[in-house]
């Protein structure tokens, strides 16, 4: 072979050798995807979508599709985007299902925000998933913050948060220090939440803030209110709780060891320890212990600070040991809304004594149960007739129940009417888990802050601190009818005096139990006043 040729074949193989290195050492470094713009990382799909993808979670497909449909229905009209942050993954059946709940609430709430005429802007929503535990939420956060620069984007508002964990602080905390306003549905942790001061003037820790759930305190509050029209003593109560580091169980623990109760004191609070949210560790053997120690107490009444797996596990071990045969009762905070789902039938049938009769029964402030508005409603207009020997004329019925069972009731007809259309949601709405409650008031109240801050041309769409400053208005004449409530914000973004619903977990004589609504509990022990107008807190 000539020289020249040895030469030019040699520069050839030299160049395929480098332009392969270089392509192998780009698609090394190129990141594992799920799908277009999520990122696979440990196993997770992490990321912000807005097309229908499900983050490999069958569950929530149906309703994650429906969602893309009606972003692409309003893409032309004027429209912001509001982002859905939570864990949208699970190796768990009942959790997989309770995302499907959250979901379901934020469509129907997406479609409730954008069904008006000469309305704008509408809400494009997006599924931003942080891990499980919120562990990528920093990754997450990123994306958001550049969407809400993005003209395309215009992120305007972040909801869900479903966990109070330091990891959830952590995401609102930037979130809001960066002017995003958040609107959290279901995280009822004190620390994530703004203070309202005693001249009702707000401190905030999180600028831009608002919450429609009540926090710990307050839960603890209106159950106190409420059980203590029940006569509860201090001798037969005891408090149980988690030490491990997290916020949910930390407030409610200050909050239940807060309540005051008549009579001597009772047994001294009892400690366990899990090691994390959804695992069992040896909890199990450290509930056999403390259920023992009960025993030997006068105590009936336990007050449980700690997540539902956990929940769980106690209220089986409290049924083992069975004491003298004596009736329990937990009590527990917004977390046990999802006991239910987590029960099997041998676990219903352990909570029954031979005759079938109850040992154990939990008892928890759901925010929200759709037999709540009715039946108060229909208890009401029971005393008004006793004292008034007539039937009470329209306007004389309470605002914070007709308004509330209204709002329940449209939503009723709109989850009928995607039913009619043949709109898949995955499954039918369980409302009486109050997370798609929950989740729909929330996007209902965003939506309204968002019409009413909205003015003048249609194509302007409201600035981020607009739409910050909005939270607090939501009050008086601008009250949010939700299905959870009347919705009226403080000048902290807290619902002020929102009631949380009392539910009975009764194992039953047979079948698989029942979650019967036992009442109303208000924090502040009374109802909300008459136009929902806020009182100043020195009045």
């Not at 780009?26 to 229908?52: A, H, M, N, W, Y």
């Not at 279901?186 to 003037?201: F, K, S, V």
């Not at 709109?423 to 008031?441: F, I, K, M, N, Q």
Request: aromatic fraction near 6%.
């Amino acid at each position: 072979m000539p020289r020249w040729k040895k030469i030019l074949y040699s520069l050839l193989v030299t160049a395929a050798l480098v332009a392969g290195g270089l392509f192998g050492w780009s698609f090394l470094q190129r990141p594992d995807t799920c799908t277009g713009g999520i990122e696979r990382i440990g196993g997770e799909c992490i990321g912000v979508d807005g097309s229908g993808y499900d983050f490999g979670t069958p569950e929530i497909s149906a309703v994650a599709r429906a969602i893309a449909q009606e972003n692409k229905r309003i893409e032309r009209q004027s429209h912001v985007t509001v982002a859905m942050m939570l864990p949208f993954q699970s190796d768990r059946a009942a959790q997989r299902r309770q995302i499907r709940s959250d979901l379901q609430g934020a469509y129907l709430g997406q479609l409730r925000a954008n069904q008006g005429e000469g309305e704008p802007p509408k809400i494009r929503l997006v599924l931003a998933n942080p891990g499980r535990d919120y562990t990528h939420q920093s990754r997450v956060v990123d994306t958001l913050l550049r969407m809400a620069d993005s003209p395309e984007d215009r992120l305007r508002a972040v909801t869900g948060f479903n966990l109070s964990l330091d990891a959830t602080e952590d995401a609102v905390r930037r979130l809001t220090e960066n002017r995003i306003p958040v609107l959290a549905s279901r995280i009822t942790g004190d620390r994530i939440a703004n203070e309202d001061g005693a001249d009702g003037m707000a401190k905030s820790r999180f600028p831009g803030l608002a919450r429609i759930i009540p926090t710990n305190h307050d839960v603890a509050q209106a159950l106190a209110a409420f059980n203590g029209d029940r006569g509860r003593e201090n001798r037969r109560t005891v408090l149980v709780y988690d030490t491990r580091p997290d916020s949910y169980d930390e407030s409610l623990a200050k909050a239940f060891s807060g309540i005051e109760e008549k009579g001597p004191p009772g047994p001294a609070a009892m400690s366990f320890a899990s090691p994390s949210i959804d695992e069992a560790g040896s909890t199990g053997n450290q509930f056999t212990q403390i259920a023992n120690n009960i025993c030997d107490t006068e105590a009936d009444t336990v007050y449980f600070a700690g997540r539902t797996l956990h929940l769980r596990l106690f209220a089986l071990k409290l049924a083992q040991v069975g004491c003298e045969k004596r009736h329990y009762t937990i009590i527990s905070g917004s977390d046990a809304a999802s006991l239910r789902l987590n029960m099997t039938a041998k676990d219903w049938d352990q909570l029954r004594g031979a005759d079938g009769e109850a040992k154990v029964t939990v008892q928890y402030a759901a925010p929200a149960h759709p037999d709540a508005w009715s039946t108060e409603l229909t208890a009401w207009k029971r005393r008004w007739r006793a004292s008034h020997d007539r039937e009470p004329a329209g306007d004389e019925l309470p605002q914070y129940l007709t308004e509330p069972k209204a709002a329940l009731d449209d939503l009723r007809k709109l989850i009928e009417t995607t039913r009619r259309k043949g709109t898949e949601l995955g499954s039918a709405p369980d409302l009486e888990d109050s997370r798609t409650l929950l989740v729909y008031d929330g996007m209902v109240t965003i939506g309204t802050a968002l019409h009413q801050v909205q003015s003048g041309d249609a194509t302007k769409v409201p600035g981020l601190e607009d739409v910050g400053r909005e939270w607090s208005q939501l009050q008086s004449r601008h009250r949010v009818q939700g299905t959870s409530g009347l919705i009226c914000l403080t000048s902290g973004g807290n619902p002020y005096d929102k009631p949380v619903a009392v539910v009975e977990l009764d194992p039953g004589r047979e079948g698989r139990g029942k979650l019967k609504f036992v009442g109303l509990g208000w924090p502040t022990g009374r109802e909300q006043p008459k136009n929902c107008v806020i009182p100043s807190r020195t009045s």
